[in-house]
Structures are given as C-alpha cells and as structure tokens.
C-alpha cells in the first residue's frame, strides 16, 4: 500500500522559507523588501566595523611611534 508522492520542483523563500517556483527566490513583494533591509543593514554594520578597526589601527600605530 505505498503510494509514490512526487515532488514539485520548487525553492524556498529566502525569508521566510515558504515554497516558492523554481525561477523566484521570494514568496512576496513583502519578503523581498525585508531581505533589502536586511542587506542593508548588514553592509552598514561592516562599513562601521572596518572603519572601527581602521580608526583603531591608527590610534595604536599614532601611541606606539610617540
């Protein structure tokens, strides 16, 4: 009595990890707006940590050679 179950190629969201058609990556216009903030937010917090490590680079290398 087993029954073959077929699949449907799909993707996940990337968000929110719903089903989505092979060709998209977002579930909704919704999703894809979060994923852009997040991106965002995520290159803002690098560009900040680098420019910390510089800063700070800078400030050891301006103590050391006093």
Do not use: D, N
């Amino acid at each position: 009595m087993s029954k073959e179950m077929r699949v449907i190629p799909h993707k996940h969201c990337v968000v929110c990890g719903r089903a989505t058609p092979e060709s998209q990556e977002f579930c909704s216009s919704k999703c894809k707006e979060e994923y852009a903030k997040r991106e965002r937010r995520y290159k803002t917090t690098t560009r900040i940590s680098y420019l910390l490590f510089i800063v700070l680079l800078l400030f050891f290398v301006i103590i050391y050679l006093r």
